[in-house]
């Protein structure tokens, strides 16, 4: 007769590798859920605790080997670059006060009138040079230079 307090062990590890799971969104641990339903079964065919562990650890590295690249290529984001990005470090023209609590301010940079806010929080005069620090969706982040 197989030991029962196996099964709460197992059962243990699997939620706690299925909870670690659910509270990362890499696929950090679902391989050791795998591994530790795989010891459960084990277990329930009558394997001595030895084999079980040697069962979780050899279906876990399997799973981890198979699917980690498939799944890795399948999370990764690509960054697109996009013309507004040659705009960083790049010199522009206030063409409207820019007062981020109003919210209000343009830049005129690479020829083209952006929306602007300052990175600082510090009102810009119109006609003041300042320098693009970084994009935030559509609007320019600038220093006065």
């Avoid at 001595?48 to 876990?60: L, M």
């Avoid at 109003?102 to 006609?127: L, N, Y």
Wanted: glycine share 8%; charged share 20%; with cysteine.
């Amino acid at each position: 007769m197989p030991d029962v307090n196996m099964y709460i062990v197992w059962a243990a590890l699997i939620i706690a590798f299925g909870v670690l799971e659910g509270i990362t969104v890499q696929l950090v641990s679902i391989w050791f859920v795998i591994g530790s339903v795989a010891g459960l079964v084990a277990h329930m065919l009558g394997a001595n605790v030895t084999v079980q562990v040697i069962v979780f650890i050899a279906v876990s590295a399997l799973s981890l080997v198979v699917t980690r690249p498939l799944v890795k290529k399948k999370l990764e984001t690509k960054v697109v670059k996009t013309n507004a990005d040659r705009c960083i470090g790049k010199e522009g023209v206030v063409t409207e006060d820019i007062d981020n609590l109003a919210p209000s301010g343009q830049v005129k940079a690479d020829g083209k009138i952006w929306t602007a806010r300052s990175m600082t929080g510090e009102k810009i005069p119109a006609g003041a040079v300042v320098t693009v620090e970084k994009i935030d969706g559509v609007k320019l982040i600038v220093n006065i230079k």
